[in-house]
């Protein structure tokens, strides 16, 4: 079955399709950006073998592996929506949204699908914490969605405009994926890869399959591909690569930024060109943001410390030895909390996004799809596609509706995620759930995943930041709140937050 709004304007591919012998395609004109297109091919009978379920029926969410849905959401207008300008993403949310439901084309079943997107899908499956939002939640909790297609690694831009890592974590990621694939028997076709996944493989040997490395050790290594010819572009920042350049040849050419005074002039006779003195600044700028990472990692090794000894304490009992644990760890609190004092402010965000970069990847419970991905994607270049661009191959494949739960389960924990998202992401859940409501920390008491080291939880939950939970930890806050009986009265419907958040969806 294709649909599309124009499909004349595609007879040239069509045709032989339709045309061929025994063939069963069909086409339908129809605009797949309105859900009524949807329900019409339902309601009209195009799909004779499948059979309708509704919500509350037996089997209502079992998966249907009859029917797959295919299609392009390449052509993607800015358009004015909850929270995004993406016609894309509000489409795969809203096309996700359908199969607790039993609607749209989840009318026999919620059926899997495989969508081609503009490659920006940073907001649809984040690569890093620094991307984490209350959208990508959403989806998370309607769906498992995997990059199959990716495009090629592009020059690394700066804040949100990058992946969000530092490039050891990218490749610790990386390695990950890399080893889960083969161990399903699927390895990367050569014209399939990048440089990255030459790099992941190099460090994987070193480092006994880990891929956890130093941001010096990771620096080192990537000047080493720079200086053999291989480029970093992408997974090392423009200033780094720009700087090893130089490096290499000021090594063969020592004088190359030195000019002779003319003659008969006073003062040294070797002065530095307009050229040697920007090559100085950039190089005390890398050298400066190299000490600052420095900084940030020894930090980030205590707070990972910190996390490890709360995780020991969570499964201790009484009088075996929790009281010296506890004092333990007051003790490195202690000394993180005067380490991050001496960092700049504007640097300490820094801190916590290696900090959380690290425990999302090491993570015993998915917390971003993009970590527990089951295969690296296919690169594809962008002229393989018509007209030029870079693509993403987004399969999604819904999740059942909890046990014991009505479709409109997701209206009510989607209101109460989107208020709890709006707190700053690095806020502790703490104080997000005190910005919801007044005295709403009682809830914290009603959630134990939350201190449940198997599911990510931690021992002092001021150190567990709201990007950082998971679609359980806001499930059970959800809940809670709602049976909370200091709640506020009138939220007793399901838009009660983003109404008075502002939000019309």
């Known amino acids: ?40 091919l339902v309601d009209e009978g195009i799909f004779p073998h499948q059979k309708r379920v509704h919500p509350g029926e037996p089997d209502c969410q079992r998966p249907n592996d009859t029917l797959l849905v295919t299609g392009s959401l390449l052509w993607d207008p800015k358009l004015p929506g909850f929270g995004f300008d993406s016609m894309t993403k509000q489409l795969l949310l809203q096309y996700a949204e359908q199969a607790w439901k039993n609607s749209r084309f989840h009318a026999f079943g919620p059926v899997r699908s495989l969508l081609w997107v503009a490659h920006d899908v940073r907001n649809i499956i984040p690569r890093s914490e620094l991307h984490r939002g209350k959208y990508d939640f959403f989806l998370d909790t309607l769906g498992n969605n995997t990059e199959v297609v990716t495009q090629e690694h592009t020059a690394r831009l700066a804040g949100r405009g990058t992946v969000g890592r530092e490039p050891q974590h990218e490749i610790e990621s990386l390695v990950g994926a890399l080893q889960r694939g083969r161990d399903k028997g699927m390895e990367l076709p050569a014209h399939r890869r990048d440089n990255v996944h030459d790099f992941a493989d190099d460090i994987a040997g070193m480092t006994n399959g880990t891929g956890i490395m130093s941001a010096a050790e990771m620096q080192q290594y990537l000047k080493e591909q720079e200086y053999a010819g291989k480029s ?154 018509w007209p030029a661009m870079p693509v ?33 992401p690095t806020m502790s859940i703490v104080g997000a759930l005190e910005n919801l409501q007044h005295g709403a920390t009682d809830l914290l008491a ?29 499930e059970e806050l959800c809940q809670a709140y709602r049976e909370w009986p200091f709640r506020n009265p009138d939220a007793n419907h399901t838009r009660y937050f983003r109404l008075k958040l502002g939000k019309n969806r």
């Open 392 to 424: 993403s191959l987004i399969d999604s494949t819904p999740r059942p509706l909890p046990t014991g739960k009505a479709p409109e389960w997701y209206d009510w924990l989607q209101d109460f995620a989107a208020a709890l998202m709006i707190s700053p």
């Open 232 to 385: 970093t572009v992408g997974i090392n920042s423009e200033r780094a690569i720009d700087s090893y350049k130089i490096e290499k040849e000021l090594g063969e050419t020592p004088d190359m930024f030195k000019t002779s005074r003319k003659k008969g002039s006073i003062g040294n006779p070797n002065t530095i060109s307009d050229a040697g003195k920007k090559a100085s600044i950039l190089r005390a700028s890398v050298a400066h943001i190299k000490n600052i990472r420095s900084k940030t990692e020894k930090l980030a090794n205590l707070g990972q410390e910190i996390y490890a000894l709360e995780c020991t304490i969570l499964g201790l009992e009484e009088g075996t030895g929790k009281e010296e644990e506890l004092a333990k760890l007051k003790t490195l609190q202690a000394e993180f909390d005067t380490g991050l004092q001496k960092i700049t402010t504007n640097y300490r965000t820094a801190v916590w996004s290696e900090i959380d970069d690290r425990l999302a990847i090491r993570s015993p419970v998915p917390r971003l799809a993009w970590d527990s991905r089951p295969f690296e994607p296919l690169i594809a270049k962008p002229e393989e596609v």
């Open 446 to 474: 009603k959630a134990p995943s939350l201190t449940d080291p198997k599911k990510g939880g931690r021992l002092n939950l001021q150190q567990l930041r709201v990007r950082m939970l998971t679609v359980e930890m806001v």
């Open 1 to 40: 079955m294709l649909v599309d709004s124009s499909p004349d304007q595609w007879d040239r591919w069509i045709k032989p399709l339709l045309e061929e012998p025994g063939s069963t395609y069909k086409v339908v004109q129809g605009d797949i950006t309105l859900m009524e297109t949807f329900d019409r």
